[in-house]
């Protein structure tokens, strides 16, 4: 959707998931990546992990952007999301597939009831997805019984769902399989497309972010673990061979 810009990915492979973790690591985690990429020159930050966004965003925002340059802005992926979910849910029941440490952080919930007061939110945590998708095992026989029984789970938490957000950005390479094995009739939302249609109408209203960005359509990537591994798992989401280098964040 914006491919004219340069891109920075970050990724902390070496240390997830961040899913089971408590929320003073995620915080640290994710403080010490926002303040790496801030000195490869970012000055626009997408925490595009819902657990970071659940567990660290609030507080990097409110607590350590004004000191680190409160020039700079750090944003997250839950909010971007749950705007769309009163246009989509017709019974006004909406279920949340995600990690262990989103659904404990309430965050869905939080963020739907703000908005759209009326709506019901069920939670599920789906604990071997994420493993699944780094290990490469999205498409193998076992992971139909981690994703079949996740997604009966929450199902017979309240029959009246009609639209299920998946909370992790790993869960779209899962797809596949979770409209599989998903009750017909069932809106399924990922969340790339809205994240992406967010961050072009914020850089339209942020002028003074949107001219700090450099448009050339360069994309890098970093990672905290071996570089053929991250290739590897990152040839299943982009479809293609990138070039990556390997950073510490420690």
């Not at 902390?12 to 403080?31: C, H, M, Q, W």
């Not at 567990?55 to 750090?74: E, G, T, Y």
């Not at 995600?98 to 069920?122: C, M, N, R, W």
């Not at 997604?151 to 979770?178: A, F, Q």
Request: net charge negative; with cysteine.
């Amino acid at each position: 959707m914006l491919p004219e810009y340069d891109y920075i990915y970050l990724g902390d492979n070496a240390r997830t998931p961040y899913g089971t973790r408590s929320f003073e690591i995620v915080y640290k985690f994710t403080l010490q990546a926002v303040n790496k990429l801030f000195e490869m020159g970012c000055h626009l930050v997408i925490l595009a992990c819902n657990t970071a966004s659940a567990k660290a965003l609030r507080s990097i925002q409110i607590n350590d952007l004004p000191n680190i340059d409160p020039h700079r802005r750090v944003l997250g992926v839950i909010r971007p999301t749950v705007e769309c979910i009163g246009n989509i849910t017709k019974s006004r029941h909406v279920g949340v597939l995600a990690t262990t440490g989103t659904i404990k952080s309430e965050s869905y919930s939080l963020e739907i009831h703000k908005l759209f007061p009326d709506i019901q939110v069920s939670g599920e945590s789906c604990l071997m997805w994420v493993p699944l998708v780094e290990n490469n095992e999205a498409h193998s026989p076992g992971a139909d019984y981690f994703i079949r029984q996740h997604i009966h789970n929450l199902m017979n938490k309240d029959h009246k769902i009609d639209t299920v957000i998946l909370g992790c950005t790993h869960y779209p390479l899962l797809i596949h399989k979770i409209r599989q094995y998903m009750p017909e009739g069932i809106q399924v939302v990922s969340q790339g497309e809205y994240v992406a249609t967010a961050l072009k109408d914020y850089l339209s209203r942020h002028s003074e972010i949107n001219e700090k960005c450099t448009q050339r359509g360069i994309c890098t990537f970093y990672t905290t673990e071996a570089e053929d591994k991250f290739s590897e798992s990152a040839c299943v989401f982009l479809n293609e061979n990138i070039n990556v280098h390997k950073v510490s964040l420690e």
